[in-house]
């Protein structure tokens, strides 16, 4: 966004269509690893049509925090057949890159619990019935899903990120890669008012978008 | 009694073993008197000593209340509205249809898998991709088709609670004629159930007639699927069976 790019943000589990029946579904600890996956599907495809095509055919630049294989690796720790999973999300655009930022199980244990007061139900893969002790399940759900991430690094085109690394390296490397990709990709047209400030040396970070867009018309 | 089969794959956590139970599916249009043939279906069968469960199509705790929300809105995309009754479906299955079948009982179903293929493939969904999602639909012991032809539709849907927005296609088809909208999406939608019909054997009954006249055949269909199974022994004794007249 910085280099002006028009950014779109997407965001796993945020359909506003959706969203209060996952909720609901979580809350009252109604789904199944069959109706986990199915309803983040639905979430899934209901941002694909509403945001992230329209975006896309705008011109924009979409960048997806967590995408299908997400789904094929949590889904399939659940048990759900993989081959289901790929016809289930068939309808998906296939991303220009797609990174996976990679952590040691025992680092990303660590770095949720430090960071959380508690590990949710799901999360931790209760329903599975792996373990009584929520952190032994979520130790043990993980460390499945860990092991799908591998089997689909296989698979799809996913770039690895070692997310041991510090945030600046992590930086480097990504945008390294993004960025020839980011040719003929259209840019914000930022009107005299983003011109001035660049010359002033601000970026406008608390300037409203509509001013910077509008040239400072509004 | 067999194993469980179903469409597409085996879905997680459903055993192998032999389901007790019979699944007995109604299909047919909005409109049609389904639930007016399941209510005169449920009471026989219970009369008859067979425990029953009905359910029907947005009748999930979990996806129900969420499809009906997202209705309202009006601007859903079919793929998303198509994965929330996947969602529905695979709940009831779940939680409602696969436990009366463990308990040996009837599960009467108004709509099943074969509503949502037919609403997907009319509003432009793949056929093989509404099929493969829906995979696992645990396959019927009998699937009755409640046929009719638009004409018979229209004053059965103008006198109970006139043209629905969905139920006419109006999310597909646009355009401000109703009632050309309703006999577009009407005439789509049974030719896609006879369609399916043919493919998947299900048994069709000519719902133009009378109420009870359906109510006889559909009965008498019944008595066959269900014959052999366990049922309530007082009830046998207490009521004797009354066969088509």
Same mark, same amino acid.
């Given at each position: 966004?910085?280099?002006?790019?028009?950014?779109?943000?997407?965001?796993?589990?945020?359909?506003?269509?959706?969203?209060?029946?996952?909720?609901?579904?979580?809350?009252?600890?109604?789904?199944?690893?069959?109706?986990?996956?199915?309803?983040?599907?639905?979430?899934?495809?209901?941002?694909?049509?509403?945001?992230?095509?329209?975006?896309?055919?705008?011109?924009?630049?979409?960048?997806?925090?967590?995408?299908?294989?997400?789904?094929?690796?949590?889904?399939?720790?659940?048990?759900?057949?993989?081959?289901?999973?790929?016809?289930?999300?068939?309808?998906?655009?296939?991303?220009?890159?797609?990174?996976?930022?990679?952590?040691?199980?025992?680092?990303?244990?660590?770095?949720?619990?430090?960071?959380?007061?508690?590990?949710?139900?799901?999360?931790?893969?209760?329903?599975?019935?792996?373990?009584?002790?929520?952190?032994?399940?979520?130790?043990?759900?993980?460390?499945?899903?860990?092991?799908?991430?591998?089997?689909?690094?296989?698979?799809?085109?996913?770039?690895?990120?070692?997310?041991?690394?510090?945030?600046?390296?992590?930086?480097?490397?990504?945008?390294?890669?993004?960025?020839?990709?980011?040719?003929?990709?259209?840019?914000?047209?930022?009107?005299?008012?983003?011109?001035?400030?660049?010359?002033?040396?601000?970026?406008?970070?608390?300037?409203?978008?509509?001013?910077?867009?509008?040239?400072?018309?509004? | 009694?067999?194993?469980?089969?179903?469409?597409?794959?085996?879905?997680?956590?459903?055993?192998?073993?032999?389901?007790?139970?019979?699944?007995?599916?109604?299909?047919?249009?909005?409109?049609?008197?389904?639930?007016?043939?399941?209510?005169?279906?449920?009471?026989?069968?219970?009369?008859?000593?067979?425990?029953?469960?009905?359910?029907?199509?947005?009748?999930?705790?979990?996806?129900?209340?969420?499809?009906?929300?997202?209705?309202?809105?009006?601007?859903?995309?079919?793929?998303?509205?198509?994965?929330?009754?996947?969602?529905?479906?695979? !709940?009831?299955? %779940?939680?409602?249809?696969?436990? /009366? *079948?463990?308990?040996?009982? @009837?599960?009467?179903? =108004?709509?099943? #898998?074969?509503?949502?293929?037919?609403?997907?493939?009319?509003?432009?969904?793949?056929? !093989?991709?509404? %099929?493969?999602?829906?995979?696992? /639909? *645990?396959?019927?012991?009998? @699937?009755?088709?409640? =046929?009719?032809? #638009?004409?018979?539709?229209?004053?059965?849907?103008?006198?109970?609670?006139?043209?629905?927005?969905?139920?006419?296609?109006?999310?597909?088809?646009?355009?401000?004629?109703?009632?050309?909208?309703?006999?577009?999406?009407?005439?789509?939608?049974?030719?896609?159930?006879?369609?399916?019909?043919?493919?998947?054997?299900?048994?069709?009954?000519?719902?133009?007639?009378?109420?009870?006249?359906?109510?006889?055949?559909?009965?008498?269909?019944?008595?066959?699927?269900?014959?052999?199974?366990?049922?309530?022994?007082?009830?046998?004794?207490?009521?004797?069976?009354?066969?088509?007249?």
């Amino acid at each position: 966004m910085g280099q002006g790019y028009l950014t779109v943000f997407t965001e796993w589990n945020s359909s506003p269509i959706v969203r209060g029946t996952t909720r609901l579904g979580k809350r009252r600890q109604l789904l199944t690893p069959m109706s986990f996956s199915l309803i983040h599907a639905a979430d899934f495809a209901n941002r694909i049509y509403s945001e992230v095509l329209p975006a896309m055919r705008a011109g924009a630049v979409v960048l997806a925090d967590r995408y299908i294989y997400t789904a094929f690796a949590r889904d399939a720790a659940r048990g759900v057949p993989p081959e289901w999973l790929r016809r289930l999300y068939s309808f998906a655009v296939t991303p220009t890159l797609a990174f996976y930022f990679d952590v040691p199980l025992e680092e990303a244990l660590h770095r949720i619990t430090a960071s959380r007061a508690r590990i949710k139900y799901y999360e931790a893969g209760m329903d599975l019935g792996l373990a009584d002790d929520l952190f032994e399940s979520f130790r043990l759900f993980q460390g499945r899903i860990l092991g799908e991430y591998e089997r689909l690094r296989g698979e799809f085109d996913l770039t690895r990120v070692d997310a041991t690394q510090t945030l600046v390296r992590q930086q480097q490397q990504v945008r390294a890669l993004v960025a020839p990709h980011l040719a003929g990709v259209r840019r914000m047209e930022g009107g005299d008012v983003q011109e001035a400030l660049r010359r002033s040396g601000l970026a406008g970070r608390y300037v409203e978008p509509p001013t910077l867009r509008s040239g400072g018309e509004e | 009694m067999t194993a469980p089969r179903f469409y597409g794959m085996t879905p997680p956590g459903v055993g192998g073993e032999p389901l007790p139970g019979r699944l007995i599916v109604i299909e047919g249009t909005d409109g049609v008197g389904r639930s007016t043939q399941i209510s005169l279906l449920k009471e026989w069968l219970e009369d008859e000593g067979y425990g029953v469960v009905d359910t029907g199509l947005t009748r999930s705790r979990l996806a129900g209340p969420g499809i009906e929300r997202a209705k309202r809105g009006h601007t859903l995309d079919p793929i998303t509205l198509n994965l929330l009754y996947a969602t529905d479906l695979w !709940d009831r299955l %779940e939680r409602q249809i696969l436990p /009366a *079948l463990r308990a040996g009982m @009837v599960a009467l179903v =108004d709509r099943y #898998v074969f509503s949502v293929v037919a609403r997907a493939v009319v509003r432009g969904v793949p056929r !093989d991709w509404i %099929e493969d999602v829906c995979g696992f /639909a *645990l396959v019927p012991d009998r @699937v009755f088709y409640l =046929d009719i032809e #638009v004409p018979q539709l229209l004053p059965r849907v103008l006198s109970s609670h006139g043209f629905d927005y969905w139920e006419s296609g109006r999310d597909d088809l646009g355009g401000d004629d109703v009632y050309a909208s309703f006999v577009r999406y009407q005439t789509e939608l049974l030719a896609e159930f006879r369609g399916l019909a043919g493919r998947h054997g299900f048994t069709t009954v000519d719902a133009g007639g009378s109420v009870v006249e359906v109510f006889h055949r559909l009965r008498d269909e019944i008595a066959e699927v269900v014959r052999g199974m366990e049922r309530e022994p007082a009830a046998v004794v207490g009521q004797t069976s009354t066969p088509a007249p």
